[in-house]
């Protein structure tokens, strides 16, 4: 009997240790599942989330294509102020703005300005029109259109994605308990975040360059100036005047070096004249003996 009760007992600890090893196993295995789950349904959510995208992206193209509108025209205008004056009214009222606006002063002859725009896309070939209207001549127009319709849905799938995935550890940040975890954690959402960001930038400026067209218009003047009279450059009596002072001065300048100089050698000029006559009296004397 006792030998029975032994083996029982036996037994039932064997037993107990058995299923305790199989507990503790099964919760390793479920430890191992979960983070295989956590794998496997980020990756899973992350491709469906792509295979959405790629759904949708058929739709978003075949409605509205993604042009980005550039225009490059050079003309001949007979007055440049005016017709620079007539384009910034067209832009105010096309709903666009002015980038950038210059205006150069070669000569008296030659003059030219250089403006550039940006229209919405829905006014893009009326401004253009407009502005060829402007012009005397069109020496250059040169339109290009860029589609960057699968650029823009490519990105869009990719911020879906990194959306899943930030959800995610945004999820594991709030759980995690161990430090080093939670540091591991915020550097993989900080990474995510900021392609986020960057990607989100690079769609905001597609979606600008979309939707504004954008217009360099270069326009020459070329003038031929005739002079006109001046009356007041003339001043005929004042130089009349000062031409008269002039000779009058050069007169008494000559009277008065007249003056100075008999006045000043009449000593020379007596004894010079002295002996002049009496040359001129004894050459004549000879004559006369002859």
């Known amino acids: 009997m006792k030998k029975i009760i032994y083996c029982l007992l036996v037994s039932s600890v064997f037993l107990l240790l058995t299923a305790c090893s ?7 295995m479920e430890v ?85 725009v940006r229209i919405p896309e829905k006014h893009f070939e009326t401004f ?6 402007e012009a005397s001549k069109v020496l250059e127009r040169n339109v290009t259109g860029q589609d960057v319709t699968e650029q823009y849905v490519d990105l869009a799938s990719r911020i879906k994605s990194k959306r899943v995935v930030e959800e995610r550890l945004l999820a594991f940040m709030s759980a995690a308990e161990k430090t080093e975890d939670l540091l591991k954690i915020s550097s ?10 960057v990607t989100v930038g690079k769609m905001k400026y597609l979606e600008n360059q979309t939707t504004f067209a954008t217009i360099e218009l270069t326009m020459y003047e070329n003038r031929v100036i005739v002079p006109g009279l001046d ?38 000029l007596i004894i010079l004249g ?4 009496t ?9 006369r003996n002859k």
């Open 274 to 277: 002295v002996i002049s006559s």
């Open 32 to 116: 191992a599942n979960d983070s295989a789950n956590y794998s496997f349904e980020e990756e899973k959510s992350t491709a469906d989330a792509e295979g959405e995208t790629s759904a949708e992206a058929p739709s978003e193209v075949n409605t509205e294509r993604m042009i980005i509108h550039k225009a490059i025209i050079r003309t001949n205008v007979k007055e440049l102020a005016k017709a620079q004056s007539n384009i910034e009214q067209k832009v105010k009222k096309y709903g666009g703005y002015i980038v950038e606006s210059n205006v150069y002063q070669e000569d008296d002859q030659r003059s030219s300005g250089n403006i550039i």
């Open 279 to 287: 040359v001129y009296w004894i050459i004549k004397r000879r004559k």
């Open 22 to 28: 199989a507990s503790d196993e099964e919760s390793k």
């Open 231 to 268: 009356s007041e450059e003339l001043n005929t009596w004042e130089k009349t005047k000062k031409q008269f002072v002039t000779s009058m001065n050069g007169l008494l300048a000559a009277g008065s070096a007249i003056i100075v100089f008999f006045i000043g050698n009449m000593p020379v």
């Open 188 to 197: 993989d959402l900080a990474k995510v975040q900021e392609e986020i960001e």
């Open 128 to 133: 253009l029109s407009d502005a060829e209207e």
